[in-house]
Structure formats: C-alpha cells, structure tokens
C-alpha cells in the first residue's frame, strides 16, 4: 500500500504539479494569442515578448516596493505590483497598435502582413526589455517559498517519496483560475463581450449590428496586454525571469492556442495543458515509479523515458504539426489559418 | 609647371615621412608597450567569475611594468576582449580584433572550452598567436592542431573527472546521476568522469546533458531523481543551468547531496542557494603550496581578492607570458611560442607569485627559470598543467578546502 502512494506521490510531485502550474502559465499565454487572431485576425509573435515587458515593468515596480519596505508576507510583493505592469503593458500594446497595426488594418493589408509585421515588433520589445533590464536572470521572489516542502511532506506522512508545492506554483493556479473565469464571464454575458464574440465570428454582420470596430480593437489589446502581463509575471515568479526564456515560451504558446483551435478562448486553455502534460509526461522517466508498482522482478532496469529532456520543445513542434496537418481546426474546431 | 609641382610635393612628402619615421623610431623603443590580450567571457554564463580572473592576469602584468625590466623597461599592456563563454562567433571575431587591430603579442584567455578551441583554431593558431588558457579545461583541447600555440595553466577535465572519482570512492559513493551542460566542458568531463568511477566500480544510473539558459529544470530534475540515484553530480556553471538544476532538485527534495565540478564552485553559488548546499563537495584545480599561499597576499597587496577559482591560474598565464618575451628576448610572437615551456618547467630558479622582477632578471643576464607560480606550474609535452585539485565541502555556507589531489 506505501508502494502505491509512494508511488503517486512520486508521479504528483515531478508530473502533476509541475504539469499543471506549467499548463496555466501556457494557458494564460495562449488566451492571449487567441483572442488577438480572433479580432484582429494575425498570430501576434510578439506576444512572448509582451509578456517579457509586463513582467520587467512588475519587477521594478517589487523592487521599488521592497526597497520601501513593503511586504505582505507570506505572499509575495509582486502581486501589488501586477496591476502597475498590466498598466504599463496597456500602455505599451495601444501605443503599438496605433503606430503600427491601425496602419496596415485601415489599408485592409492581407494577414501575412500582419504576421511579418508582429515579427518587427516582437524584436524591438525584445530590444527594449533587454536594453531595459539586461539578458540576464533577475529574482524579484519573496515571501514564503512553499506550501509543502518535500521534507515536511516526508515526515508527516512517513513515505519515501517527498511532495513539495511552492506558493508561486499554486498562486498560478489560483490566479489563472480567477482570471479564466473573469474572462469567459465578460465574453458570454457582458455587451462588450458579446460584441467581441460577434466581431470574431462574422467581422460584416457585427459591424452592420452597430459594433464599434475600433471599440472592439481596443478591449482586444487591453484584455491581451494584462493576459500577458499575468503570465508573464507568473512565469518569472515561480521560475525565473529571463527575457531569453519568453521567446522560447511562445512555441509552446502558440502550439497550444492551435491544438485548441485558434480563435476559441476555451480551447486555448485545454490546449495549454495538453501541451504541459505532453511535455512533462513524454520527457519523465518511469523508472522509479514502476519499481513502486510492479514486482522486484519485473522492475525495469532501464529508465523507461520516453524522449530525452533535451527534446522538450520539439515536442510543441511534433503537436503543432500533427494537428495542421490532421486537424488544422484544432479540437474546439477555430479558424484555420 | 605642372610637372615640376609634382616632383615638389613627393619630395615633401618623402621628407615628412622620413622626418617623422627619424621622430618615431626613438620614442617607440623606450616607451613601447607590448599589449597582451586578455579574453574572457566577461558577459555570459561565467561572468561572475571572470572580473577577478582578469584582475589578477593583470597583477601579473602590472607587477611586469613595474618592476621596469621587461625588455629594458618596455610597459606590459592588457587589452580585454569578450568571450562570452558561449558564442564562438563572437569570441573569434573578438580575438581577430585583439590580432589584427590591437596586435597583441599574445593572449591569456580564453576561459570556456568550446570558445577557447574556436579561437584557437580561426584564428590565434593560424596568426602564430600564443594562448595560454587559465580555466579551458576539455579534454579534446589535449588533441586540437594547435601546432604548439595553445598552452593552458589549468589541467585538463580528464584528470577532474579522475581525480572526483577517486574523492567520491573514498567517501564511499558509489552511485550517483550525473547532469553535464551541453557543449564542450560539460561532455569531456561527464566521459572521464564516467570512465574512471565506472573503473572504481561505481555506478552512474543516469548521465543526462542540460541546456543553459531555460527558465525551467523541473522535467530535467525529474527524469534524474526518477533514476533511483542518490547523489547529483553537476557538471554545469554556477550562473546557468547548473544553478537551476540545483535549486530545482532542493525544491522538489529529489537530491539533497551533490557533487560539482569547478564550473559550479563560487560563493555566488552558495549565496542564490542557500543552506541547501551543505555538505556539497566539488573539487577545483589549485593548490595550498607555498606559491599559492603566496599569491593571496601578493594579490590582496594588490588591491585583487585572489581567493577564486583561476585566478592563480590567471596571474600565471600573464606571468607565463612576460617571462618568455623575456627569455626570448623580443615580443615577437613565435619568439615567445618557442620560449613558453623553458620558462615553466625545470630546470632554473624557481620563481613564485611576487617575484617576476626576479626571473626577469635572471633571464636578462642569461640564466634559466622554472616558473612555479600560485598553480605549481608544470606543463605536460602537450603544453598544458599537469594538475593538482582541491577537494572542497561547502561548510556552514562557504566553500572549505579539505586535501589536495
């Protein structure tokens, strides 16, 4: 009986949990995404790189913050930060929308356009952040560290197998729960979410029912830019922040908003955690957790992992793939682009 | 008109760069420099650890230039480059610039493997330029075309990986899972590590290479801890992945005891970690003899905190350098090539840390020197330092030295 909750302990502890606070940072991002290309009809790549800027405006702000003393222990003081960064973030995303793609939407520039001109802008936020805060690693943590330390956990319950949960991991959770649910509620029930609804769905119907395109454009950004803002910070929070590693976040981003189906709010954020778990459950080794299980003499003696780590992004890459070509839909049937 | 115009400028102009050359030539042999490139990674994954590296490479230059007898009274110059540690394009481009627009004579540096064995092989090999590495310490470096250029002051990992194996079998762990970053350093010293704990009869359940540089190391961690080992041997840098695996490991309680190599041993290691790292051992080329000793109080003199890892190395790359100029009796660059062992190995005076006024000396009136320096130096047929490690415990929150292999 030990063997089995060692066991599931085991697998909670390096697949559950890292899976699921992986899975809502993505599903934040891919929200993001996926409403962009469903209002403004491009693949914003830029977005990585937003949520890089939110996130180094959250932490000048915790730093200035901490320097003053504040604290509001055990969580951490980026939260009182978030709502300056997603301001911020605001800011910044309307600026660009107005000096570049209210250029090329009035001109009805075709969406290739778009994609090449979000590449633009994606390397001259990179700039901007890295000039701004530098490539390097920046911890802005404080407070608590955990909920449950595996030692803790360990000697409670008097199991082999540790289980640790860091506050940073399940205030990812709680917050994208908060923020996932605030969000369908404005789509479904609220009039300016109707109208973004039916502005995605058939942009001439809307327009001839009196919708506002510019209105429409303008909620877009803003419910992009502090999507971004959040995961962003979330992600920094409970990993580190590097504005390396949010460029190489928007594969994953945007292999999860397409196997969700591009442009359906719900399907980005199943897509989100089918990409984490992919990730986490084909790169982990069963070894150990198979030798909790199976008789001593059918335990395995090789590691039984699937795919090295090493080939965790590729990962994103063989799903993307395999959904254009089967599904290109994905599974909540959105455009396909 | 035109004609005999012509024949007036030239004439001038010949008179000018004569009187000019004639104006020159003096000045350049009393107070000429002879520049010496530095090149680290002073951005980068390494980039805590190369400040005091470069300071104390130019201790040794600044002790040259002041002791006023390199080559009657010339100045020894550093000029630094940037290695990055990471991107050999930039290394090489910044060696080519250190070559060609700088014209240094030679070139301590540089500090990483992969970017010491591309500049090696573009352009300081094919340049005729000598470079003495303090910290490159791939195996594969032994083997390079280097056509007798490339020396380092720091052994090769292929005794690291020995010399960990041998620390680790006579703690009595024999089983372990090893993560090594993914290029040059981290492969050479996973092999040798590999194939001498394997020949102690240990046994390693899982060798696994890392990527620098990623935010996230959990599925890293878990694939590791899932191999059943108890102890992580990290072969990785203390500023990149190497940290991250650790931390995530401490996080996540798969390992609580790790070993590390000189890549990941520097305070700032301990101090992003914290009391986890307790009773973590490493070992790190060096040495507690007498020129080592020496070289703290020479560098502190200085105004250099000499206690790091390479630095002795560092000042002993530089010092390499000047003594064989000064053997050889000119910058010259092939000149020194061919003088850089006579000045480190026996026979002749032995000369420790503080004493280069002293061997230059002797070699300006013709003797011998055996540069011992703060590393014991002592280079191998292939132009490289034989050896000797500490073995370190971090110990309430400090790396403590507890022998000498």
């Known amino acids: ?337 | 008109m035109k004609f005999s115009n012509r024949i007036i400028s030239a004439a001038a102009a010949v008179a000018f760069v004569a009187a000019t050359g004639f104006a020159l030539a003096p000045a350049a042999k009393a107070g000429d420099d002879v520049k010496v490139g530095i090149i680290f990674g002073f951005t980068g994954p390494i980039e805590s650890l190369t400040p005091g590296m470069a300071a104390s490479a130019e201790l040794a230059m600044k002790e040259v230039t002041d002791s006023g007898k390199l080559l009657g009274g010339m100045a020894m110059v550093p000029v630094r480059g940037d290695s990055t540690c990471v991107d050999s394009a930039a290394a090489t481009a910044a060696a080519e610039r250190l070559i060609t627009a700088d014209s240094v004579a030679a070139i301590v540096g540089a500090d990483c493997s992969g970017v010491t064995t591309s500049i090696a092989n573009n352009t300081a090999v094919p340049n005729g330029v000598v470079m003495v590495s303090p910290s490159a310490t791939s195996p594969a470096l032994s083997t390079i075309e280097d056509k007798g250029y490339f020396f380092r002051t720091a052994p090769s990992d292929a005794r690291q990986g020995q010399v960990l194996a041998d620390v680790l079998k006579a703690r009595g762990i024999m089983n372990v899972a090893v993560t090594y970053t993914n290029n040059d350093y981290g492969k050479g010293l996973a092999e040798s590590f590999d194939n001498a704990f394997t020949a102690h009869g240990g046994k390693i359940e899982m060798s696994a290479a890392h990527e620098d540089g990623k935010g996230d190391y959990s599925a890293e961690v878990g694939a590791l801890a899932a191999s059943g080992a108890a102890n992580l041997v990290v072969f990785g840098y203390l500023d990149q992945g190497g940290k991250g695996i650790i931390q995530t490991s401490l996080d996540t309680g798969a390992f609580d005891s790790f070993i590390l190599a000189d890549g990941m041993i520097g305070q700032t290691l301990i101090d992003n970690i914290g009391a986890g790292l307790n009773g973590a051992i490493g070992t790190l080329p060096g040495s507690e003899s007498e020129g080592a000793k020496l070289f703290l109080s020479v560098a502190s003199a200085g105004g250099v905190d000499g206690d790091g890892p390479f630095r002795g190395e560092s000042y002993d790359a530089a010092a390499l350098i000047a003594l064989a100029i000064q053997a050889a009796g000119s910058a010259d660059r092939s000149a020194i090539q061919a003088k850089i062992m006579a000045v480190a190995n026996a026979p002749g005076e032995q000369i420790l840390p503080g004493q280069l006024a002293k061997g230059l000396q002797i070699l300006a009136d013709g003797g011998e020197v055996d540069y011992q320096g703060a590393s014991n130096v002592e280079l191998t047929d292939v132009g490289e330092a034989a050896g000797s490690y500490k073995e370190l415990e971090v110990v309430n929150g400090a790396f403590k030295t507890i022998s000498i292999h």
Do not use: C
């Open chain 1, 1 to 337: 009986m030990t063997d089995f909750l060692d066991a599931v302990v085991l697998l909670t502890n390096f697949v559950l949990v890292p899976g699921v606070t992986y899975g809502s940072q993505l599903a934040l991002g891919a929200l993001g995404v996926t409403l962009i290309y469903g209002i403004l009809r491009f693949a914003n790549f830029a977005h990585g790189d937003m949520m890089a800027f939110g996130a180094m405006v959250v932490i000048f702000m915790t730093w200035w913050l901490q320097s003053l003393g504040v604290s509001i222990a055990p969580l951490p003081v980026a939260l009182v930060a978030l709502p300056v960064g997603i301001v911020a973030a605001i800011a910044m995303s309307l600026a660009t929308d107005r000096l570049v793609y209210r250029f090329y939407r009035r001109s009805k520039a075709p969406s290739v356009i778009y994609i090449l001109t979000s590449i633009g802008v994606m390397f001259v936020m990179n700039g901007i952040v890295r000039f701004i805060i530098g490539p390097d690693d920046q911890r802005f943590t404080d407070g608590a560290r955990f909920i449950i330390t595996a030692r803790g956990f360990k000697e409670a319950t008097g199991l082999h197998e540790g289980l640790a949960i860091k506050l940073t991991q399940a205030l990812t959770v709680l917050i994208t729960l908060i923020v996932v649910v605030a969000l369908f509620r404005f789509l479904q029930k609220s009039r300016t979410g109707k109208a973004m609804r039916a502005y995605s769905d058939n942009e001439d119907l809307a327009l001839l029912s009196g919708v506002s395109p510019e209105r429409v454009v303008f909620f877009a950004w803003l419910i992009a830019a502090a999507l971004a803002t959040i995961a962003g910070s979330l992600y920094g929070l409970d990993k580190s922040f590097k504005p390396f590693t949010y460029f190489q976040l928007l594969l994953p981003i945007f292999a999860s908003a397409i196997v969700g189906g591009i442009g359906q709010p719900l399907g980005a954020v199943v897509g989100g955690f089918i990409i984490a778990f992919s990730e986490v459950t084909i790169t982990y080794a069963y070894k150990k957790f198979l030798r909790y299980l199976l008789p001593d003499s059918w335990a395995p003696e090789s590691l039984v992992q699937f795919l090295s780590t090493d080939y965790k992004f590729a990962i994103s890459f063989v799903i993307l793939v395999v959904v254009l070509l089967v599904r290109p839909t994905g599974i909540y049937g959105g455009r396909s682009s």
